[in-house]
């Protein structure tokens, strides 16, 4: 087992199943103790896992777990879930804003509380889990916040404004601590996948199928990535998964595609075909 992140402590929102479930897992194997934060204590059909699931194959990989039931739209229990992780573990020096809501209408099929729903879930969460962890980085000087984001663009994604609203705002905040808080040793960068990655959000919402998907896998190698690097040397970027494994010297893609191979047809996400999700 790994020891790149002994002693480190990471919290992951939205790490009942899917990206999130696959980063607790990874960094505990890279021998960090997890903070396992998402509103799910049961598993259902379409929405498979928990946070006790995922904190228990934590622990069976040797690594301490904290199950926290956190709604990220509401901060006082943000702020209960960094004062049991202080509490539980005595630090924090990873955050990874992985908790997301979909909605995906244009702006006539979106009414307030959806409006309210994207923004909340996607970047007043990030926001205020960043303010509540930050003070504790300051004192450590070290630490890691990446937000699942794509890079800023002007691109219109009509059928996806109120998303794309709170994904942009996301990397704002990204590049925007990254700059307040260089002078820390604490890095805040925006990452995005290429292509669609296999999860119960992309099955349910019917984004393609296994043939054009990659697998977490690709997502947890790019976030190690940042991760091995001291913060002040990687921070306020807008990366992909390919580009940042790039600059860690990976050329092979085709063993992340869920299938083995590359399909005939790829579908990206990273805006080369005017589509950012």
């Not at 609203?165 to 260089?182: C, D, N, Q, T």
Request: some cysteine.
């Amino acid at each position: 087992m790994g020891s790149m992140l002994e002693g480190r402590v990471a919290i992951i929102t939205g790490a009942s199943r899917g990206i999130g479930k696959a980063l607790a897992l990874r960094l505990a194997e890279e021998g960090a103790d997890i903070v396992v934060a998402a509103k799910s204590e049961r598993s259902r059909e379409k929405l498979p896992g928990n946070i006790y699931e995922t904190a228990e194959a934590v622990r069976e990989r040797g690594r301490r777990a904290l199950a926290c039931k956190v709604d990220v739209r509401e901060e006082t229990e943000i702020a209960t879930m960094v004062e049991q992780a202080m509490a539980e573990f005595g630090r924090v020096d990873i955050l990874i804003n992985n908790a997301g809501a979909l909605w995906w209408q244009s702006v006539l099929d979106t009414p307030a509380k959806r409006f309210d729903l994207v923004m909340g879930v996607n970047v007043r969460a990030a926001f205020l889990c960043s303010q509540y962890v930050l003070p504790h980085m300051q004192r450590q000087r070290w630490g890691h916040i990446i937000n699942m984001a794509p890079a800023i663009s002007t691109r219109a994604n009509p059928g996806m404004v109120a998303y794309m609203i709170s994904k942009m705002g996301m990397a704002r905040l990204a590049i925007g601590i990254a700059e307040e808080h260089r002078a820390d040793n604490i890095a805040a960068n925006a990452l995005w996948p290429v292509t669609p990655i296999e999860t119960a959000a992309v099955i349910n919402y019917g984004l393609g199928d296994r043939t054009v998907w990659r697998t977490p896998a690709i997502m947890c190698d790019a976030v190690m990535a940042i991760l091995r690097q001291e913060p002040s040397r990687c921070t306020g970027r807008q990366l992909t998964d390919e580009e940042i494994l790039g600059e860690a010297g990976v050329t092979d893609f085709d063993k992340y595609w869920c299938e083995g191979q590359p399909p005939e047809h790829p579908l990206y996400i990273d805006g080369r075909d005017g589509k950012s999700w």
